[in-house]
T-cell receptor, first 117, second 114 residues
């Protein structure tokens, strides 16, 4: 079974530029998450999707971050314009259906490391 | 709201010694508890989870954890560590009514020395 796929693995940009990250979850996983992991900290949830709908985006800095999952499968996270403090690893995760048989176990991709100069 | 505190940011230990990584959580509702491991430049992978039932849970790679409701703790243990266990370990908690939204601790770096 293929795992969660993310790209690119690494990205270096200057502040005020834009960047986009892509994620393809495990087949059949209805729920998709984007987490931000700053160096020395645990992952923090940015946004949670159920199919193509947003369940929770309360921690997403909406003035600069946006995310979509148009067809309920893969997802894109965009940052525009980037700030120095956005330097982090952006982790995508997926899980089984939110309401049925979901024990909360998350399946993570390898992450996209962003460096903002 | 829920929170997770990992009491040690770094734990150095010699190979074949026992280790305990401590985790305390705070929540006003029932929760599921998890330990994940992260190797360098990789994503997180599940070590073990507590959902209900027996308070002692066993996971992969010889790790186990004990859920203590009165002390709101979920400490991770291994009786004999290997060099390959060197990694970052994260404790996480999830409401059992919204199982997808996990809150993570800030991690414990386990370094196993020869």
């Amino acid at each position: 079974e293929a795992g969660v796929a993310q790209s690119p693995r690494y990205k270096i940009i200057e502040k005020r530029q834009s960047v986009a990250f892509w994620c393809n979850p495990i087949s059949g996983h209805a729920t998709l998450y984007w987490y931000q992991q700053i160096l020395g900290q645990g992952p923090k949830l940015l946004i949670q999707f159920q199919n193509n709908g947003v369940v929770d985006d309360s921690q997403l800095p909406k003035d600069r971050f946006s995310a979509e999952r148009l067809k309920g499968v893969d997802s894109t996270l965009k940052i525009q314009p980037a700030k120095l403090e956005d330097s982090a690893v952006y982790l995508c995760a997926s899980s089984l259906d939110r309401w049925r048989e979901n024990t909360g176990e998350l399946f993570f991709g390898e992450g996209s490391r962003l460096t903002v100069l | 709201a829920q929170s997770v505190t990992q009491l040690d940011s770094q734990v150095p230990v010699f190979e074949e010694a026992p280790v305990e990584l401590r985790c305390n959580y705070s929540s006003s509702v029932s929760v599921y508890l998890f330990w994940y491991v992260q190797y360098p430049n990789q994503g997180l992978q599940l070590l073990l989870k507590y959902l209900s039932g027996s308070t002692l849970v066993k996971g992969i790679n010889g790790f186990e954890a004990e859920f203590n409701k009165s002390q709101t703790s979920f400490h991770l243990r291994k009786p004999s560590v290997h060099i390959s266990d060197t990694a970052e370990y994260f404790c996480a908690v999830t409401h059992n009514t919204n199982a997808g939204k996990s809150t993570f601790g800030d991690g414990t770096t386990l370094t196993v020395k020869p």
